[in-house]
Every structure is written in C-alpha cells, then in structure tokens.
C-alpha cells in the first residue's frame, strides 16, 4: 500500500485508527456519502458552465419575446 499523499490525508487516517472498527464504519459511510455527493455537485457545475452561454441567449431570447409581445403566461394545467 501506498503512503498518503498529503499531511491532511494522514491525520484522518490517524484519527479514525483511533476509533474503535464499528464507528470506522460509520464514518467511511458518511465519508463515502460526502465525497459522492461532492462529485455529484461537481458534475452539476460542469453541465452549468457548458450550457452556460445557451442558457444566457435563450433567457435574452425570451426577454425580447416578451417586450415584443410574442409570449404569454404559462398555463401550468396544461403541462
């Protein structure tokens, strides 16, 4: 195995060995579940930042389709 890469990666592992087996458990879970949801929001911002420039044009879009007259409210029954 490997040795740590960083001083931040080595005091977590010193400081779940202080932990008994059961709560060592418990913790990689709520690690596991934290990293997760840290990529999950990293893939968010990718899709964000790609789509970005087309989100800003299709909002001018609908502003000037307003002003214009073009558009009309939403009818929410009908989706």
Same mark, same amino acid.
């Given at each position: 195995?490997?040795?740590?890469?960083?001083?931040?990666? *080595? *005091?977590?592992?010193?400081?779940? %060995?202080?932990?008994?087996?059961?709560?060592?458990?418990?913790?990689? %879970?709520?690690?596991?579940?934290?990293?997760?949801?840290?990529?999950?929001?990293?893939?968010?911002?990718? +899709?964000? %930042?790609? *789509?970005?420039?087309?989100?800003?044009? +299709?909002?001018?879009?609908?502003?000037?389709?307003?002003?214009?007259?073009?558009?009309?409210?939403?009818?929410? %029954?009908?989706?």
């Amino acid at each position: 195995m490997s040795s740590p890469s960083s001083p931040a990666i *080595t *005091t977590v592992i010193k400081m779940l %060995e202080s932990l008994p087996a059961a709560l060592q458990e418990k913790v990689v %879970e709520q690690v596991r579940e934290f990293i997760a949801d840290l990529e999950d929001e990293e893939r968010w911002q990718v +899709s964000f %930042e790609q *789509t970005y420039e087309q989100l800003i044009a +299709s909002a001018q879009k609908a502003k000037r389709e307003i002003a214009e007259g073009k558009s009309s409210p939403m009818d929410y %029954e009908q989706l």
